[in-house]
Nanobody, 124 residues
Framework: QERLLESGGGSVQAGGSLTLSCAAS????????MGWFRQAPGKEREGVAS????????RYADSVKGRFTISKDIAKNTLYLQMNSLKPEDTGIYYC?????????????????WGQGTQVTVSS
């Protein structure tokens, strides 16, 4: 059974850091592009960061460039999102996702496997 399980969310003050993890099971993370998405209350889900199958290509939303870093440990089949200099506008539920192809993407529509999400709350 294919599964994505996120962890690492929590509450921090502005300027703080958090690291999210996403453990994949039932499939190899090196075979598929993966990404992190977030959804704030009343807003649409947006792509935050994505990485291709082998981890050589990454892309980021403009709002997080220079602050967030996506990476994957293929041996552990785990995806990470290091978040630094957090802002209140980073608050939301963060979802891990995997797509059917190898490429990275910030488009939610190309991803067909999703985790249950983890809450990130940044207070000012």
């Amino acid at each position: 059974q294919e599964r994505l399980l996120e962890s690492g969310g929590g509450s921090v003050q502005a300027g703080g850091s958090l690291t999210l993890s996403c453990a994949a099971s039932g499939f190899g993370s090196s075979s598929f592009g993966m990404g992190w998405f977030r959804q704030a209350p009343g807003k649409e889900r947006e792509g935050v960061a994505s990485i291709n199958g082998f981890g050589a290509d990454t892309r980021y939303a403009d709002s997080v460039k220079g602050r967030f870093t996506i990476s994957k440990d293929i041996a552990k089949n785990t995806l990470y999102l290091q978040m630094n200099s957090l802002k209140p506008e980073d608050t939301g539920i963060y979802y891990c996702a995997a797509r059917g192809g190898m490429a990275s993407s910030l488009r939610a529509g190309v991803f067909n496997r999703w985790g249950q999400g983890t809450q990130v709350t940044v207070s000012s």
